[in-house]
């Protein structure tokens, strides 16, 4: 059975630093991995797709590695700002069907000014 | 292009009393999934329909169910509720692109046992 899981649960940091959000996952064999970003009360964003052939993604400030072999991915926010404030969850495709994602807990992120 | 929809946005119901939850997808999407969210158990999957026919089906009770109509528009039922089934419920649509589905989700409906 799949099990995502994110750590830290939790993190606050100054404006203007660099962070590195972790995920992994029990069952290497994944279709893709997305990353998304939830806002208090609100639905999800998504940030980032990788497929399961692919390595990394980049969006902006944003890159999203993926490492099936191990079981894991980084999500890197560069120079961040208090807008980046959010919570940010990974999903893996749990089997099955491509409909079906498997959430981790989430990392719930503080930036201050 | 609009984004994904869900109506109400909030609901406030009894205990015993059912509920229908509607989910509008991103047009040409063909797939709807369905999710809870709640503080203790997280993103949870509900099901998934395509085409009109439901394609996989999370662990929760028969209390859950959900049909999608032609136009991929989907609902989801959840009858004799239960003060646990409060909860953000959220609908996602997706399109098949580059060999893998990214799906895209609504803003949710909240909805309050009571």
């Known amino acids: 059975k799949q099990e995502v899981t994110q750590i830290p649960a939790a993190l606050s940091v100054p404006e203007g630093e660099n962070l590195v959000l972790n995920c992994s996952f029990t069952?290497?064999?994944?279709?893709?991995l997305q990353w998304f970003r939830q806002d208090p009360g609100k639905g999800l964003t998504s940030l980032l797709l990788?497929?399961?052939?692919?390595r990394e993604q980049t969006s902006g400030r944003l890159n999203a590695s993926l490492d099936k072999s191990s079981g894991r991915s980084t999500l890197y926010i560069a120079a961040s700002q208090p807008g980046d404030s959010a919570t940010y969850l990974c999903a893996v495709i749990g089997g099955g069907s491509q409909g079906n994602l498997i959430f981790g807990k989430g990392t719930k992120l503080s930036v201050k000014p | 292009k609009a984004g994904v929809t869900q109506t109400p946005r909030y609901l406030i119901k009894t205990r015993g009393q059912q509920v229908t939850l509607s989910c509008s997808p991103i047009?040409?999407?063909?797939?709807v999934s369905w999710y809870q969210q709640t503080p203790g158990q997280g993103l949870q999957f509900l099901f998934e329909?395509?085409?009109?026919?439901?394609?996989n089906k999370g662990n929760f009770p028969g209390r859950f169910s959900g049909r999608q109509f032609s136009n991929s528009r989907s609902e989801m039922n959840v009858s004799t509720l239960e003060l646990g089934d409060s909860a953000l419920y959220l609908c996602?649509?997706?399109?098949?692109?580059?060999?893998?589905?990214?799906?895209?989700f609504g803003p949710g409906t909240r909805l309050t046992v009571t």
């Open positions: 047009s040409g999407h063909r797939s």
């Open positions: 996602a649509s997706s399109l098949k692109k580059d060999g893998s589905y990214e799906q895209y």
């Open positions: 990788i497929q399961s052939s692919q």
């Open positions: 069952d290497s064999a994944i279709y893709n």
């Open positions: 329909y395509f085409s009109e026919t439901q394609r």
